[in-house]
């Protein structure tokens, strides 16, 4: 994320994501407190919302959208942490030219799996002839990728409760893989925020799986304060 700046204003604050579990949110505000010397906190459309006395603040919202199945607890960190620990089941469809990941994760954990490598060719900078080769072959290779990931994402899903789906990596690659005919039972299956990852392997699908079932937390800095830890 970046802003400009104008003459005689300060640096706009930078911006971090985290992913926190149900269980190890209360240390995590805890720690967030003592680091920026106490918060408040507001609960409102956009999630909940620490703002600490130093100006930092962090927005922290559910894995799953709002759908009749509330949290519990005295106050909205601790509604916030028991919603986010309940057990659903969400299907992960992550894809890049250097490689893809299907999987169905519960919990944090990876109930069924299939990952793979498939190369798609950048951009190439020749002219003519040459460059239209060169683009018919890279949209050749991603038409393969993308069949082969939809294959494998409805083979994986397959028998699995899919109460949410979890796009990721590349935005172009994963929206075509789920719009695919391959995907068409899924169609109405409501998608969670988009992941950024990188190509994906085993350990990049292990941490998606546990991202994907954790509070998101967005972290601003004021401006012009040095970043600290939390």
Request: hydrophobic share 40%; glycine share 12%.
């Amino acid at each position: 994320m970046s802003a400009r700046s104008t003459p005689g204003a300060g640096r706009p604050g930078s911006v971090r994501t985290a992913f926190v579990s149900g269980e190890r949110l209360a240390g995590w505000a805890d720690r967030f407190g003592a680091a920026h010397g106490g918060f408040r906190i507001s609960d409102d459309d956009d999630g909940v919302r620490l703002v600490a006395d130093d100006g930092t603040t962090a927005l922290l919202q559910a894995p799953w959208p709002p759908d009749g199945r509330p949290g519990r607890g005295a106050d909205p960190l601790e509604r916030l942490a028991s919603v986010t620990a309940q057990p659903r089941t969400a299907g992960l469809v992550l894809v890049r030219r250097g490689g893809y990941a299907a999987a169905v994760a519960r919990e944090g954990i990876l109930l069924a799996s299939k990952t793979g490598s498939r190369y798609v060719q950048s951009r190439s900078a020749a002219g003519g002839q040459s460059q239209q080769r060169f683009a018919r072959r890279r949209a050749n290779q991603a038409d393969e990728l993308v069949e082969k990931v939809a294959a494998h994402a409805a083979a994986v899903f397959g028998g699995q409760p899919i109460e949410y789906l979890a796009p990721g990596g590349d935005r172009t690659l994963a929206g075509l893989v789920m719009d695919h005919p391959a995907m068409r039972l899924y169609a109405s299956v409501p998608r969670l925020d988009f992941l950024d990852v990188p190509d994906p392997n085993g350990s990049v699908l292990r941490k998606a799986a546990a991202d994907v079932c954790a509070v998101r937390i967005q972290v601003t800095d004021p401006p012009d304060q040095p970043r600290r830890n939390s």
